[in-house]
């Protein structure tokens, strides 16, 4: 498998309050995270770190050959939650803090994907690029409900507002999903710093460009040609990409 990632904190914000992992010692399976703070200067930066060390962590210890994902997965992020509530509980400057977070196991044949929030997860399967996760957000409710087109909801005053988020109540569940995962196909997952100012056939491209992929540093440019996108766009939030390819590295020549 080929992936690459970067995290840019934007033109605007003074903190890059994103985060990610890439965990590839995995029994079986390589993981990826993604994770968008929020809750102050400093709360927002902590809640995402504990996000995707703990999901990270907890994945290492009890994904098994013989283990179900789904579970392992969805027991990862409530342990996630749970440490994140409870130190906001317990510092006072972290009160109040939680995160979103988007996670996917990628499998021999299919990705198990995992979210809470607004950060993606876009797959190119076969001929189909989708958006495999909703996001839990005021805005993507009114889209649901037909209050408001796609085109509305980008430019909303409160496009930012998360309806679920990680920390911020005792329990969050994640929603899950699987999708096929063949040769060739590649998944991208992203903060909303990235999907609020690219557009998703613009992404399909991006994709299009990474499936061609012979090495890392081909990925690598794909990552960094749709974080300057949104850089040009005018980078207002901190910009997490990462993307993966089912294809194994040609180290010939």
Sequence with gaps: ??????????????????????????????????ADGMGGPQAGDVASRIAVERVSEYVGRHLSAEANPREVVSSAIADANEEIYRQAAAVPEYAGMGTTIVCALALADRMVVAHVGDSRAYALTGDEFRQVTEDHSLVAELVRRGHLSASEARHHPQRNIVTRS????????????????????????????LSNLVEDDELKVFLEQARGARAKQDVSAAVDAMIQLALDRGGTDNVTALVAVHREEDTIG
């Design 1 to 34: 498998m080929i992936y690459a990632a970067k995290s840019h904190i934007g033109l605007v914000r003074t903190m890059n309050q994103d985060g990610y992992a890439v965990v590839d010692d995995l029994p079986v399976g390589v993981l990826f995270v993604v």
């Design 166 to 193: 990680l920390g911020t109540e005792p329990v969050s569940l994640p929603d899950l999903t699987e999708v096929p995962w063949g040769e060739g196909d590649v998944l991208l997952l992203c903060s909303d710093g």
